[in-house]
């Protein structure tokens, strides 16, 4: 009975947001959660639940496998903006259960925080469990990556669900021993790229085997730690493949699985890990290729992820950039363009991005291609613009400023190409400032 009345509190409460025109985001949850922190209990199930955690790439991929299921015209809940956290997740499942707790839907896909995995579903049903990779990431809030692979590891020792998981992240492929009695473990892969490189050239956290300690070796490096690796004594690495991407074409945007080519929004390595990860999702559920191909071919996250705009006819990307990997991604889509360039670069250091921001000096600026000016802003502005002098960039195309409407202001004032790297809580204002300036 109390879990009948926190419900209809909640949805009462949606509905008074819902006319002051605000979407709540993890409010009801909160509430929800701190009356009854056992109220996951509560929910009945009664379609498959698909789970996607990473420290980068959840967005992107929990929305695009709910895309595609709902181009297949199935029924999706899904946390698609975010609110990631138990809160979050339970305020999704509040907006769209019945008051006796009963979730109408054909899926449940949800986007989870890497360090809320074990404490959603210890009491909540789930079907599939997206891994896709573990870099460090606020560090002040999670600690080290190891403190997180072990929460979750101890999670799947009795988890017997569809484990989907990034062969080529040695700090995820180790979770496919987690439980020795699951069958239900699938490994994804993609092929080495164009600008693969045969030695590390970014910060990585997966050096050494996790079972024997010996030095990974690598056939090459796709980004960060992300590539083909294996253990030369124990031979960890060494998986049978479920979905591998092959003839990787960043400027078409396509790539091939299992002999099917798939055309995508987007132009980075990055993401064609999400998407190969969407596909071994999916593909579990017997989803037509022919569905997913065009449901993939459509699919944009107009939210920031790798944006795409058009800012009074200058060519503008996006990117939320939180972490060393996401920045040097992001640097990394930049220089493979190899068009003339400005890049915004705005950092902040709020609760919600981490105090700490001396991850900065894990961001490779070296040899930035054909950039002619670099800004920079947010709270932080002056140690990240000194953080790019250090990399021997010319001092002299460095701006910063505190004002972000300033900052972007100052953008637009030439017609060159414009990239912008913005962190969790600056890439809003950022994204708001922007369009403004489109106005004009």
């Not at 509430?31 to 929910?43: G, H, L």
């Not at 944009?300 to 006819?313: A, H, K, P, Q």
């Not at 960039?393 to 400023?401: L, P």
């Amino acid at each position: 009975m109390k879990n009948f009345f926190i419900i209809l509190i909640m949805k009462l409460l949606n509905i008074a947001l819902k006319i002051a025109g605000k979407n709540g985001g993890n409010f009801l949850g909160k509430i929800a959660y701190k009356w009854n922190p056992n109220i996951f209990k509560y929910f009945k199930v009664n379609c498959p639940v698909i789970a996607v955690t990473a420290t980068n790439g959840k967005t992107m991929t929990n929305n695009a496998i709910g895309y595609v299921l709902k181009t297949a015209e199935k029924k999706v809940v899904s946390n698609v903006e975010g609110n990631n956290m138990e809160t979050g997740i339970l305020s999704t499942i509040l907006k769209n259960c019945t008051l006796t707790g009963k979730i109408k839907a054909d899926f449940l896909v949800f986007e989870v925080d890497e360090g809320y995995v074990p404490i959603v579903f210890k009491d909540f049903r789930l079907d599939t469990l997206v891994i896709l990779d573990f870099f460090r990431d606020q560090l002040d809030r999670n600690g080290e990556v190891e403190t997180l692979i072990l929460k979750i590891n101890e999670f799947l020792k009795t988890y017997t669900g569809n484990l989907i998981l990034n062969n080529d992240d040695p700090n995820v492929a180790r979770l496919g021993k987690a439980n020795p009695e699951n069958k239900n473990v699938y490994y994804f892969s993609v092929e080495r790229y164009k600008y693969a490189t045969d030695t590390e050239k970014e910060a990585g956290e997966g050096k050494f085997c996790p079972f024997c300690k010996t030095r990974l070796e690598y056939e090459y490096y796709q980004y960060s730690h992300i590539g083909k690796f294996k253990c030369p004594n124990c031979g960890y690495g060494n998986n049978e493949i479920y979905k591998l991407a092959t003839n990787i074409d960043l400027k078409n945007r396509t790539f091939v699985v299992d002999d099917i080519t798939y055309k995508i929004r987007f132009n980075s390595i990055y993401n064609i890990y999400n998407f190969v990860a969407v596909i071994s999702a999916v593909s579990l559920y017997d989803i037509d290729t022919s569905i997913i191909q065009k449901a993939l071919s459509k699919f944009v996250l107009n939210n920031g992820r790798l944006e795409e705009v058009e800012i009074n006819n200058i060519p503008t990307i996006i990117n939320l950039a939180k972490n060393p990997t996401g920045c040097n991604v992001s640097l990394r889509i930049l220089n493979e363009d190899d068009d003339e360039k400005e890049l915004l670069f705005v950092l902040n250091d709020n609760i919600a991005d981490g105090f700490d921001v001396s991850w900065i000096w894990d961001i490779n600026f070296d040899n930035l291609n054909n950039v002619k000016r670099i800004i920079t802003s947010g709270k932080r502005a002056y140690d990240i613009a000194i953080r790019i002098k250090t990399s021997g960039f010319d001092a002299s195309k460095i701006e910063a400023y505190l004002n972000l409407h300033e900052a972007v202001e100052n953008l637009y004032k030439t017609n060159t190409k414009k990239y912008v790297i913005a962190n969790y809580t600056s890439l809003q204002p950022t994204r708001k400032e922007i369009f403004n300036i489109n106005q004009k």
